[in-house]
């Protein structure tokens, strides 16, 4: 009866509005069927409008003087529709390949491309996938512009660093932020130090792995960078360096399975070449300056590092009989298996993928792994108008790695340092490369035989993982709705080193074992709210606000036992020296934000954002006002508004920003404190506490700072996208003007203030380039398509100011003969080493002994960041035959090859034992009269003195161009062909090869490597680096 | 009117959150790693410990490879050798020194008139830590020097001149002495002052000792009044006590992972980087010295004591040996033997001859006591210390004080001085002479507006006490 009632009224006030306007309802569906939530529905020419409700579906008033309606979906062609005689008009929305691409944005919020004022590049996940790279971060090398990708080594699990657009502070994170499905996701590298460590660990150790390690490359659906901070309204401070979108693969309708499986087979790809003609010893490679006679043999001396001993061969020496080739005797093929599997459920409300992957990497160094298991679970549903999404993931990621570096138990040093003569299988015990007792089989005693210390050194950890994250959003109205999400990533990463009795890196070679656990615990929330004012005519606007609460803590627990009883026994209580320390870190940050979007005619696009952060890592002022940074971009779709015809240009955009972000210091910087010191004047492990039993605490080296500001980066973009011939060429350029003030420094003072530095706002730092990207699709037919892709990117940093009177800052404690600086009119992390001394016109100025003379002053030697990269992938389909490569070139881009440098003074380099049979005149001009140097010099003191790294030597010699050009991937996959099988819908098989071929001037290994690895904000040494590898990889796609 | 509504709701809701904002960051500011506070007996450690590595460390080593003690074979230890000594080589050691002089002023204000024990050791310590500065840098910051935290102002520390620093390290020794004769104390040192346990005995002779050293390092610029003055220092430490090694002043190592004696910790990290030297080693085969097999390891043979030639890099020779180069060794500072060769070095040149011999003789068989654990033989005892007022000499004295004081960093400002024993430069050189200081570091170059300009770059140009 009521119902009745409420029917009647209805119609009677229907009946009475007939007169002016009508109603119309229908459901708004995609090409392939999907409803279309939350699309836009409006009048033509009137300020009505609705959206599409849960099921698609729309109800909207007409007035009587209308008859069009405006359909508009992101990501789908707008159409508009004249009203006929129906009242039902239900609209399919086509996509529009050309115009219109959907784009995830901060917060999740899909835009369309055409509407953002800011560079951003979609990479899809498919891309990274098909890399090859067990690590995800390294699967984006080469394929975005603005971003650098640097690997650290082909060692499982080692780091891979990513920048964007370059550098943008001293002291805190360089790195962009990670994002998966809207949760903050931790990507840090950090090393195992012990409290009374007093040295940078980066320098030795193991390389340690980036935690994007723990996802899984398959789960990732797409990742856009964001290569500004324009994200940082929505993101808060870390965005600053842009952000990668990371979104993972979501459930379908229906029910699929996707199984992928694949086998990669890793080799080095590059070594430093080795001589082979002369054995251990010394005094070879003399010269006599009164009889000019060379000679090129020494005498065969036990236990020296050095190789300039007999000829290999020479009669009566026995222990210089044979060559080896140990480098191609101690590595070995690594093996990577891949398997996924995923499983994806939906209906129209609720929709769920749940995968698992595993990896298994057997490395190129004996003894080392990586073993990676991971489940992901993706759920969204929606009921009513309330949408729920939520993901949960877990990983365990284990692996076994070697020692690395500056390291006498490092696996490069001891084996390139290794003599010719030497056989490192040739020990008598029983595996060739120890001693009868179990001990170390070495040609010098201090250094570790590296597969002894490969089997008998090794790192273990294993990382268990969990993320999550809920998200709520209701919809009150077409024109509000309220979202609500609360993320956790947290981790627990235990790791055990151990070193056997004997072994060298230790202090001393009495045994060692110690276990750090780092936890790490992130909770992330936001409260947002969007709301979609009707302004009328052609505007549309999005205004969006909200609050984030963000806080992180870290947890350091390491404990460490030396002088073990039991040999091979592993466990701190079979150690007599203890040490353990402590450290946590835990920061908090507060922000409110606002966003509104406002769009004019489908072609004019403003956004402007704002954010006010409060972070407890400030002083007491800042903490209580917090600090606030605004942006703005507009974006012009010139081809809407001119109308030009779209056959040639067809689709034109110029857009420009303008974005602010602040950033935090890094926790407990405004406090001077005290702490117990280690003293060390560098050559052993020091001095520390407790000390006999004694505990002290003294003052800090640094000083605190109670007027801390934030950093602040403002960048400058203009750029424009330009599709030409129906999306035969799409090209878009970018050029920016990245500024950083008040730079946190830590800004060194004189040591004898009884500190070194304090920390401040005083540093400046630019970065501006070009990015560039084509699309070409020269040949699209049904069964023939060749595309290519094309990136370029060139970013220019100069370091415009430090603090007042500093000209230079060392940014990492590194090598006593060389350091990465901070230098003003030079790029940031500049190689800062000994140089030649130069007169007037450039020549070297030569010592009485034919030696050139080193300038008294250290300066700049080099950059490690490349003048410009590029990546080019041309890929060709063919009746189901897809082939892809990558070529990836970067020009310029210094390293310090101190590992060649080493080598040729030890005498086992190529160079050093070719060309030990003459004298060498260094041309220059003599110190003590100025005319032409006529001193020749012996092969030793050529090898150590001039490009070795003698004392007399500078290290400007060292510094090696890093340029290349490389086939990062190629793939040759066919998709076989199926017959109409009710199950199985697409079977592909694949081979991928990294890496293949190389061509670089640099000698050594890989020109991509890092001693210091992501986990550091320098780069450029080679200091005994592991290798890099090229990857054979055969794999299998099969989807039902 | 809604949009008035709108905004009154919106600004209600930024207010409410900045409020609460501010204090979700709240109490997360201070670090649970670090303390805000430290005490006396906490500094007191600290800067002993700092003492040690300073004069066992690095410094110590440069003087034996700078007096030909030892030999620098390998790597950075070649490079000092050859007198490759640059400006960034010794920045961690001067700022470990003037971390150290700091912690100084920081137990020298935290013990106050309340604690004048612990006040007095950090005179005596800020004076030990002062003097190598000074000693191998010539002018250094003194007076405005470790007041960084009072601020800006103070970044940029003036460099005083040696002459004044020698003055104001007397003072710090003379006002220790008042501190220690101050029986009114509310704490006192104990297990926390690893180098006396807080016996202020021991402390007050080595202030003497100390301020016996200072004077006569004095000797090229006032031979007749350094030398009474040590006299009297070390008749005063006589006075307080001293009457053997049982006082000296000595770097403790416990032997754990972490308190290893630095000589040995560097065999053990940096084999074969500096071996004996062949004028040292052949010094004491010459006079048969009893104390060879104790300050030297046989060679790689395993049977003679051989040392590295000037120049060479043979690593096969000699190491410095388990007496000093065990993991416990102490490693002496200021010492009873010291002592007796300063006053004897002092009676010299003041023209007391009897008591330069009876001082000579007496720290050599002191010596050879401490360190053999027995006598010196009649033989040796006859050669070498029994000097008699006639057969005394600057040159016995001298060399005798250069064998004693081996890996001791007194030995190269006894070198400079007197310039015995007569040491060729290594032919190898960068510089044609022996270096005599070292650069100005390039920290102080870099940030400090009033280091020296130009900087010193020339490690042959001798300090104000050495000209």
Redesign the interface.
């Known amino acids: 009866m009521k119902r009745l009632f409420t029917a009647f009224l209805l119609v009677l006030l229907s009946a009475g509005m007939a007169l002016a306007q009508r109603t119309i309802t229908g459901v708004l569906t995609s090409e392939d069927g999907e409803t279309l939530v939350g699309a836009t529905v409006k009048v033509k020419d009137a300020q009505v409008g609705t959206r599409t409700d849960n099921d698609g579906r729309y109800t909207i008033t007409v007035p009587a003087e209308n008859n069009t309606l405006v359909f508009s979906y992101t990501g789908l062609a707008t159409q508009e529709v004249a009203l006929g005689v129906e009242n039902v008009l239900d609209v399919v929305m086509a996509t529009n390949a050309v115009l219109s691409e959907a784009v995830v944005t901060a917060l999740g919020i899909t835009r369309e491309e055409r509407s953002l004022g800011y560079g951003i590049t979609e990479v899809d996940g498919k891309a990274i996938a098909g890399s090859g790279e067990v690590n995800a971060i390294q699967g984006l090398a080469g394929k975005s512009s603005g971003v650098q990708v640097i690997g650290s080594g082909g060692t499982p699990g080692a780091s891979s660093k990513i920048l964007i657009r370059g550098n943008k502070s001293f002291t805190g994170e360089n790195q962009p932020l990670m994002v998966v499905d809207g949760m903050p996701y931790d990507n840090q590298t950090n090393g195992s130090v012990a409290g ?1 460590y007093p040295f940078n660990a980066n320098l030795s150790g193991v390389n340690n792995s980036n935690r994007a390690l723990d996802l899984n490359p398959t789960d990732i659906e797409s990742v856009n960078v964001l290569k500004g901070p324009a994200a940082a309204a929505l993101y808060g401070s870390r965005a600053a360096n842009g952000v990668l979108i990371i979104t993972t693969k979501k459930g379908r309708r229906g029910v699929g399975v996707e199984f992928s499986s694949s086998v990669g087979f890793d080799q080095v790809n590059k070594l430093p070449e080795m001589q082979m003609e002369y054995g251990q010893g ?1 005094g070879g490679g003399a010269y006599n300056a009164a009889t000019g006679v060379v000679t090129p043999e020494g005498n065969y ?1 036990f ?2 590092p050095l190789s300039w001993g007999p000829r290999i061969g020479t009669p009566g020496v026995p222990e210089v009989a044979n060559s080896f080739d140990n480098l191609d005797a101690y590595f070995e093929t690594g093996i990577t298996w891949n398997n996924n599997i995923s499983v994806s459920m939906g209906n129209d409300n609720t929709r769920v993928r749940l995968s698992y992957g595993n990896t298994n990497q057997e490395g190129i160094v004996p003894n080392t792994e990586l073993k990676r298991n991971s489940f992901r679970l993706n759920t969204e549903s929606t009921y009513g108008r309330f949408k729920l999404l939520g993901t949960a993931a877990y990983a365990n990621t284990r692996d076994t790695k070697a020692q690395n570096g500056s390291n006498l138990s490092g696996v490069m040093l001891g084996l390139t340092r290794m003599p010719p003569s030497f056989n490192i299988n040739g020990g008598e015990g029983p595996n060739g490369y120890d001693n009868p007792d179990g001990s170390s089989y070495t040609y010098f ?2 250094y570790d035989n590296p597969l002894w210390s490969a089997y008998n050194n090794p790192l273990t950890g294993e990382v268990n993982r969990l993320t999550g994250n809920i998200m709520g959003t209701y919809t009150f109205t077409e024109w509000l709705d309220v979202s609500a999400r609360i993320g956790v990533d947290q981790y627990t990463d235990e790791r055990k080193q151990v070193f056997a009795i004997g072994a060298n890196d230790p ?3 009495v045994g060692e074992v110690w276990e750090n656990t780092k936890t790490r615990l992130e909770v992330n929330t936001d409260i947002f709210a969007n709301v979609y004012p009707t302004l009328g005519g052609k505007f549309d606007l999005r205004v969006t ?1 909200g ?1 984030n ?1 963000n806080s992180r803590k870290d947890e350091d627990l390491f404990a460490r036992g ?2 073990l009883a039991v040999p091979g026994f592993y466990n701190l209580g079979n150690a007599s ?1 203890l ?1 353990t320390s ?11 934000f606002a966003n509104a979007a406002l769009a004019w005619d489908n072609q004019l696009y403003l956004e402007l954002t704002g954010r ?1 952060d ?7 002022d800042l ?4 600090y606030f940074y605004p942006s703005a971009s507009l974006a012009w779709v010139f081809t809407e508004g001119l109308g030009l015809d779209d056959r040639v240009l067809s689709f034109g955009k110029v857009r420009a920003s303008v974005a602010q972000a602040g950033r935090e210091p890094i ?2 910087a ?20 407790p ?11 640094t ?1 605190g700072n109670q007027n801390l500001e934030p950093e602040i980066n403002t960048t400058y973009e203009v750029g424009a996208n330009l599709i030409f011939f129906k999306d035969r060429i799409d090209l878009d350029v970018n050029w920016y003007l990245n500024k950083n003030t008040n730079l946190l420094v830590f800004r ?9 530095q ?1 920390f401040q706002n005083f540093g400046e730092m630019e970065n501006r380039g070009w990015e560039i990207e084509l699309g070409l699709k020269p040949i699209v037919k049904k069964n023939f398509q060749w595309m290519i892709n094309a990136n370029f990117t060139r970013n220019e940093n100069e370091v415009t100011q430090l603090a007042p ?4 800052i060392d940014i990492e404690a590194a090598f ?1 003969s060389i350091g990465s600086f901070a230098i003003v009119g030079q790029p940031y992390g500049a190689l800062y080493a ?1 140089r030649w001394l130069r007169n007037d016109q450039g020549q070297l100025v030569i010592r009485p ?1 034919g030696i050139p003379a ?1 300038d ?3 300066g700049n030697v080099g950059n490690p960041y490349p003048d410009w990269t590029m990546g080019i992938t041309n890929a060709f389909s063919f009746y189901g035959v897809t082939i892809s490569g990558l070529l990836d070139i970067r020009e310029g881009g210094d390293l310090w090859n101190g590992t060649l440098a080493r080598l040729n003074r030890f005498g086992t380099t190529k160079a050093s034992g070719d060309g030990r049979d003459q004298s060498y005149l260094i041309e220059g001009v003599k110190q003590s009269d100025g005319t032409p140097n006529d001193v020749r010099i012996s092969a030793n003191s050529y090898f150590s003195n001039y490009v070795g790294d ?3 030597a500078a290290v400007e010699q060292t510094i090696q161009d890093g340029s290349w050009v490389r086939l990062r991937e190629l793939t040759v996959g066919y998709d076989l062909p199926i017959p109409k099988n009710k199950y199985l819908y697409r079977a592909n098989i694949y081979f991928t090869g990294r890496n293949l071929w190389l061509s670089t001037d640099y000698e050594g290994v890989d020109p991509e490597t890092s001693l210091t690895g992501a986990g550091s904000n320098v780069g450029g040494f080679d200091y005994f680096n592991m290798p890099s590898t090229k990857s054979f990889i055969f794999g299998l796609n099969l989807g039902f | 009117m809604k949009n008035y509504i709108k905004t009154g709701l ?1 600004a209600i ?2 207010a409410v ?2 409020y ?3 204090n ?15 005490n006396p007996a ?6 002993e ?2 003492t ?2 300073h004069y066992s ?2 410094f110590a080593r440069y003087a034996a490879m700078m007096t030909q003690h030892c030999m620098g074979v390998q790597a ?1 230890y ?2 000092i050798a ?1 007198y ?1 000594i ?4 010794n ?6 020194h ?2 150290a ?3 100084c ?2 137990l020298i204000d935290l013990a106050g008139d309340a604690n004048p024990h612990y006040r007095g050791i950090g005179r005596v310590l800020k004076a030990m830590n002062l003097a190598i500065t000074t000693d191998l840098w010539g002018d ?2 003194n007076r405005q ?5 009072q601020g800006e102002a ?4 003036v460099y005083d001149n040696q002459e004044s620093i020698y003055l104001d390290m007397q003072n710090l020794l003379d006002n220790a002495l008042v501190d220690f004769a101050n029986a009114n104390n509310v704490v006192l040192p104990g ?2 002052d ?1 180098i006396f346990g807080g016996d202020i005995s021991n402390w007050i002779i080595t202030a003497h000792v100390l301020k016996a050293r200072y004077a006569n390092r004095l000797s090229k610029k006032d031979a007749a009044g350094s030398a009474t003055a040590a006299l009297g220092h070390i008749d005063a430490a006589i006075a307080a006590g001293m009457t053997g090694p049982s006082s000296d002043c000595n770097a ?1 190592f ?1 032997g ?5 004696n ?1 000589w040995y ?2 065999e ?6 500096i071996q004996m030297g062949e004028g040292f080693i052949n010094l004491l085969l010459n006079i048969n010295d009893p104390r060879l097999p104790f300050y030297a390891t046989p060679d ?1 043979g395993g049977v003679i004591y051989r040392g590295t030639p000037l120049g060479s ?1 043979d ?2 020779t000699s190491d410095v040996g388990a007496y000093f180069a065990s ?1 416990t060794s102490n490693a002496p500072m200021v010492t009873f033997v010291e002592a007796k060769f300063i006053e004897a070095e002092a009676a010299f040149r003041a023209g007391q001859l009897p008591r330069a011999a009876q001082a000579h003789n007496d720290a050599i068989k002191a010596h050879i006591l401490q360190v053999t654990g027995a006598p010196a033989d009649v033989a040796y005892e006859i050669a070498q210390a029994s000097e008699t007022a006639g057969s005394i000499s600057l040159e016995k004295i001298m060399t005798h004080k250069y064998v004693a004081l081996f890996t001791q960093f007194e030995v190269y400002n006894d070198w400079r001085r007197t310039n015995i024993p007569a040491l060729t430069p290594n032919p ?1 050189g ?1 510089t044609t002479a022996i270096p005599r200081r070292l ?1 100005t ?9 009033n ?1 020296p300009n130009p900087v010193i ?1 020339d490690i042959t140009l001798p300090v104000w006490w050495d000209m």
Do not use: H, K, M
């Open positions: 009374d010394t001396v236990n020296t005693s201090i202090p001393a070679p606000g609050v609460l030396r002088n020296d040490y402590q450290a946590t870190t835990e920061q908090r940050i507060a922000g409110i006010n409060w972070a407890s890592t400030f002083g007491e903490r209580e006002s917090g926790p407990y405004t406090i001077t404190y005290f702490t117990s010191p280690f003293v060390t004047d560098g050559f052993t492990d020091g001095l520390g506490f000390y006999g039993g004694q505990n002290g605490f003294g003052y800090s080296q000083l060194p003072i004189a040591a004898s203030t009884g500190y070194e304090i009177g500093v000209d230079e006593a000994t002994n080193i008294p002053l250290r003698s004392g007399s | 919106l809701l930024l959150g900045g609460s904002c501010s979700y960051v709240d109490g997360y500011e201070v670090s649970p790693n670090d303390p805000q506070q430290s906490l500094l007191t450690t600290v800067i410990v700092a040690f590595s460390g690095q950075q070649e490079d050859n490759n640059r400006e960034g080589d920045v961690n050691e001067w700022a470990s003037y971390s002089i700091n912690d002023n920081t250094v910051p020097a470790a007041l960084g935290l103070f970044y940029n520390p297990s926390d690893l403790i416990p754990d992972g972490n308190s290893l630095q910790a560097f053990a990290n940096r084999a074969d980087y790689s890099i690593a096969t993991p190898n960068e650069p570091p390039q920290t102080e170059r870099l940030y400090n507006e280091a770059s």
